[in-house]
């Protein structure tokens, strides 16, 4: 009578071994931004003593959470495998888009806000639909919406206001609570917190639950790894491409919100050059280009090592001509950097 084998004990399974806190971090992508971070505080904080005072903090914040709010979605969006190269202007759209409705409407400035917001998502939605229903490469279709959307911010401006800004809304019905939701600002003791940072943290929140622990997180990884494969085992590809392009153009309304209840007034020809910032933010933060690898916890750092940047070389009194250089600098690292930790990942 033959003997059944008894299965192997529990504690041999790969997949049920226990794994240790260094491998966990290094499989972490925002760990080489991490570590960017740190050492950029370090070298300012020594460089520049003005950099750790509390006013400094509130500079550095403020300039991160600008950039922060827009890399969130920038950063799903790769880690989905795509890119948008409107997203810089789209920001100024929509706060042209809400002055001028509700300058020419004389009406509340709720409504110029609610009709940019329908209208930011629309453009969102085009590019995604755009890119599912042509097959072309993400950078094509969002670079002819780029060229768009320029040409018609400044042309409805000038058309409309009769020079490049709008006219000042300060004195409409809605004005203060509009600001009150997108440019307000408390300080605590010597530090000044714009109402950015909190829409910054809580889009990281956001993004992080669901990338980690939502169905659509996991559509948006396996998208971005290997699309083909994804649609042959159900992942609804056309819906999560769309559905992270309207991501994308709703914190761009967040943002282009903000800017006008800043500023009371928005220049047509802002906004251009941001979206390789916004992108190089998610880099650092460990997104691949190739998509399919990234995190929203690691574009907040790409951000932060961005304000940090831009304000020590001020600190320091340095020449910020020279700020393009450490950016393009830092992007390189960082790329070298992460493709390491991912490779020691991997092989662990």
């Given amino acids: 009578m033959s003997t059944a084998t008894a299965p192997p004990p529990a504690a041999?399974?790969?997949?049920?071994?226990?794994?240790?806190?260094?491998?966990?971090?290094?499989?972490?992508p925002e760990l080489g931004a991490v570590v960017g971070a740190v050492a950029v505080f370090v070298f300012f904080s020594f460089a520049a003593p003005s950099f750790l005072q509390a006013s400094s903090l509130s500079t550095i914040l403020y300039s991160a959470s600008t950039i922060g709010i827009m890399a969130v979605p920038v950063a799903m969006l790769m880690i989905g495998g795509e890119f948008d190269l409107s997203a810089g202007v789209m920001v100024t759209s929509s706060a042209l888009?809400?002055?001028?409705?509700?300058?020419?409407?004389?009406?509340?400035v709720w409504v110029g806000v609610g009709v940019s917001l329908l209208v930011t998502l629309a453009i969102g939605f085009f590019?995604?639909?755009?890119?599912?229903?042509?097959?072309?490469?993400?950078?094509?279709?969002?670079?002819?919406?780029?060229?768009?959307?320029?040409?018609?911010?400044?042309?409805?401006?000038?058309l409309i206001s009769g020079s490049v800004s709008t006219k000042s809304i300060a004195d409409m019905?809605?004005?203060?609570?509009?600001?009150?939701?997108?440019?307000?600002?408390?300080t605590i003791g010597d530090v000044t917190l714009k109402v950015t940072v909190l829409w910054w943290l809580v889009l990281v929140a956001i993004a992080t639950w669901i990338l980690l622990r939502t169905r659509a997180g996991n559509w948006i990884f396996a998208v971005g790894g290997a699309a083909?494969?994804?649609?042959?085992?159900?992942?609804?590809?056309?819906?999560?491409?769309?559905?992270?392009y309207m991501g994308v153009a709703l914190c761009a309304w967040i943002s282009g919100q903000h800017i006008l209840f800043s500023?009371?007034?928005?220049?047509?020809?802002?906004?251009?050059?941001?979206?390789?910032?916004?992108?190089?933010?998610?880099?650092?933060?460990?997104?691949?280009?190739?998509?399919?690898?990234?995190?929203?916890?690691?574009?907040a750092v790409g951000a932060f090592i961005f304000g940090m940047t831009s304000n020590g070389i001020v600190y320091a009194q340095w020449n910020p001509d020279w700020f393009k250089f450490?950016?393009?600098?830092?992007?390189?690292?960082?790329?070298?950097?992460?493709?390491?930790v991912r490779k020691r990942a991997e092989a662990k």
Wanted: include cysteine; charged fraction near 10%; charge should be positive.
């Fill in 12 to 28: 041999h399974d790969e997949r049920l071994a226990h794994v240790s806190l260094l491998r966990r971090l290094l499989g972490r």
């Fill in 228 to 244: 083909d494969a994804a649609r042959a085992v159900g992942v609804p590809v056309v819906k999560t491409r769309i559905g992270l």
């Fill in 97 to 108: 888009i809400s002055s001028m409705v509700s300058y020419q409407m004389t009406a509340n």
């Fill in 173 to 186: 019905e809605g004005f203060p609570s509009a600001k009150a939701l997108f440019a307000s600002q408390w």
């Fill in 326 to 340: 450490f950016l393009g600098a830092m992007l390189l690292l960082a790329t070298l950097l992460n493709a390491w």
């Fill in 263 to 299: 500023y009371d007034v928005v220049q047509s020809g802002e906004g251009v050059g941001n979206e390789f910032l916004y992108i190089i933010a998610a880099v650092i933060g460990g997104c691949l280009m190739t998509g399919g690898y990234g995190s929203a916890i690691g574009s």
């Fill in 127 to 158: 590019n995604g639909f755009m890119l599912t229903r042509t097959k072309l490469p993400s950078f094509i279709i969002t670079l002819g919406t780029f060229l768009m959307l320029t040409g018609l911010n400044l042309g409805f401006t000038k």
